[in-house]
T-cell receptor, first 113, second 115 residues
Framework: DAKTTQPPSMDCAEGRAANLPCNHS???????VYWYRQIHSQGPQYIIH???NNETNEMASLIITEDRKSSTLILPHATLRDTAVYYC??????????????FGQGTTLQVKP | EAGVTQSPTHLIKTRGQQATLRCSPI?????VYWYQQALGLGLQFLLW???????NRGNFPPRFSGRQFPNYSSELNVNALELEDSALYLC??????????????FGEGSRLTVL
């Protein structure tokens, strides 16, 4: 599975958009980009995933560059409850399914009042 | 709808003992995954069960084992406990189809402390 690189930490003001970057320059054509987050002392929570088109759901938006070598997770109106570690994960799907997600160190997002 | 449930929440053991952790997946999910989150090491994949069979295993010694029951619940057993086994053990479940798209649902974890 492709390796991802994320900044170790970021701050965001409450009510503002939080933009979390992820580099995945070695991503393959059959690999998706997934985002999970882990709020302190809780299990990770799925946020969103995408292949090459931008995606949006009720939690966030995912912007993937045209060359697919990087992506940005956007929380449009961050709240204090969005303070968490955010993980960007790249993995193949379908017949290449190994059941394994490789979690890196992630980005610790601190939302401040 | 109930989420993934794990028990016990906390468990304290001494070196050399055995620990058993339990997981009940979301109703309708047939796949169960186990992850270890030790301090400073991040989330490490342990095991994947689907339809009662072990499908994949992470880079852990054989003293980490488990099984999946006909009702799709799962147990993780850790034998001959070592101090470095102290960690949060997370269980996740998915529809097999859901796993194809990457969405895992995690429980709150069982914190194992080895003294």
């Amino acid at each position: 599975d492709a390796k991802t690189t994320q900044p170790p930490s970021m701050d965001c003001a409450e009510g503002r958009a939080a933009n979390l970057p992820c580099n995945h320059s070695t991503i393959s054509g059959n690999e998706y980009v997934y985002w999970y987050r882990q709020i302190h002392s809780q299990g990770p929570q799925y946020i969103i995933h995408g292949l090459k088109n931008n995606e949006t759901n009720e939690m966030a938006s995912l912007i993937i560059t045209e060359d697919r070598k990087s992506s940005t997770l956007i929380l449009p109106h961050a709240t204090l409850r969005d303070t968490a570690v955010y993980y960007c994960i790249v993995r193949p799907i379908g017949s290449s399914n190994t059941g394994k997600l490789i979690f890196g160190q992630g980005t610790t997002l601190q939302v401040k009042p | 709808e109930a989420g993934v449930t794990q028990s016990p929440t906390h468990l304290i053991k001494t070196r050399g003992q055995q620990a058993t952790l339990r997981c009940s997946p979301i109703s309708g999910h047939t796949s169960v995954y186990w992850y270890q989150q030790a301090l400073g090491l991040g989330l490490q994949f342990l095991l994947w069960y689907d339809e009662g069979e072990e499908r994949n295993r992470g880079n852990f010694p054989p003293r980490f084992s488990g099984r999946q029951f006909p009702n799709y619940s799962s147990e993780l057993n850790v034998n001959a406990l070592e101090l470095e086994d102290s960690a949060l053990y997370l269980c996740a479940s998915s529809l097999v189809g859901g796993m194809i798209t990457g969405e895992l649902f995690f429980g709150e974890g069982s914190r194992l402390t080895v003294l």
